[in-house]
Nanobody, 123 residues
Framework: QVQLVESGGGLVQAGGSLRLSCAAS????????MGWFRQAPGKEREFVAA???????YYADSVKGRFTISRDNAKNTVYLQMNSLKPEDTAVYYC?????????????????WGQGTQVTVSS
């Protein structure tokens, strides 16, 4: 069992930055692929970024070049650095963990989810 707790969301103006953190419980954090997803009101949850256990990273086209995912296995934490934020980045951001690592860009590939953190970007 893995428990995930996100933090770092908030309100920011367009062009600004935020860093989200996701702290995971458990001793086998390094074995998990860690991902970030987001869900805007009235929309489906969508993939944002992932960092698998072989240190490969994946990004949605909409965030490539602006967002960076990283992980600190010693701290059981994964981060999402978000720069050049746009109003369309407004959503609840969810951290997820799973053992699948073959292009982990789909929600069903993840077994554990955090409660989400709100990110609001004003224009």
């Amino acid at each position: 069992q893995v428990q995930l707790v996100e933090s770092g969301g908030g309100l920011v103006q367009a062009g600004g930055s935020l860093r989200l953190s996701c702290a995971a419980s458990g001793r086998t954090f390094s074995l998990y692929t860690m991902g970030w997803f987001r869900q805007a009101p009235g929309k489906e949850r969508e993939f944002v970024a992932a960092f698998d256990r072989s240190t490969s990273t994946y990004y949605a086209d909409s965030v490539k070049g602006r967002f960076t995912i990283s992980r600190d296995n010693a701290k059981n934490t994964v981060y999402l650095q978000m720069n050049s934020l746009k109003p369309e980045d407004t959503a609840v951001y969810y951290c997820a963990a799973g053992l699948k690592s073959d292009r982990p860009v789909l929600t069903w590939q993840y077994d554990y989810w955090g409660q989400g953190t709100q990110v609001t970007v004003s224009s």
